[in-house]
């Protein structure tokens, strides 16, 4: 124990900011693996991608295809786009970081076409412990000195009771982003399979029932954009 504490002494100009270094570095790996986007594409890299009509009841299956809109669908606030749902994060320039003072989601339930077969995806009434959702954030913009907002995106933060000037008229540092899923978009999903009784038709959809993929606490319902999901597998 002495000899350490003799090393520490000795050398307690180094020890001190080597381990707050490789504390910070811990932090940043951490994050990073942890993150939302990585979380879902290690859990898509275990299934292969398959058919619809392949897919057993209670299966944690993957399908990939193109979003359709069940109801009339959303508009995303700073593009404009149609969608079945969007993420709208707005962050403002502080002292040392950038802080979130808009995090807005919203959603819809919606289909997914795979090859002409219709797969059920109701993220909108699944608890938020049941699902995870990363999309890609392609629209995005920033204000600061001589850089107003657009007036659209002014508008949404009036909606959201925020100001993109300081309270002496000068432009805030800000920062805002936005994801979609876009009409006829092509997404990865990965969930717990059930088969559902079509009490209604649906129209193009020819058959009585129709597979929905959705979530429990061990095999989350999991949706993305992120090209890395998309990329072409076999078939099962």
Known sequence: MEPILSFL?????????????????????????????????????KSRKKNVNSIKRNEYAKIIGQAKHVNTPLIAPLSGRECVYYHVIVEVQGDKNWRKIIDDVKTQDFFIDCASE??????????????RIYLVKDFNGKSGFRKDLPKNIEAYLAQHNKKSTSFL????????????????????????????????????????????????KKQKLLITDEPKALARVNIL
């Open 118 to 131: 219709m797969v059920m995806i109701k993220p909108e009434t699944l608890d938020k412990n049941l699902k």
């Open 9 to 45: 002494k000795t050398y307690d100009d180094y020890v001190i900011p080597a381990c707050m270094f490789l504390f910070v570095v811990l932090v940043g790996v951490t994050s990073f693996y942890f993150s939302t986007k990585n979380r879902i594409l290690r859990e898509f890299k």
């Open 169 to 216: 008229g000068m432009n805030k540092q800000m920062r805002y982003k936005e994801g979609i899923i876009a009409l006829n978009e092509t997404i990865a999903v990965k969930g717990v399979a059930e088969w559902k009784t079509l009490n209604q038709p649906i129209e193009g959809y020819s058959y009585s029932k129709i597979l929905m993929l959705t979530g429990t």
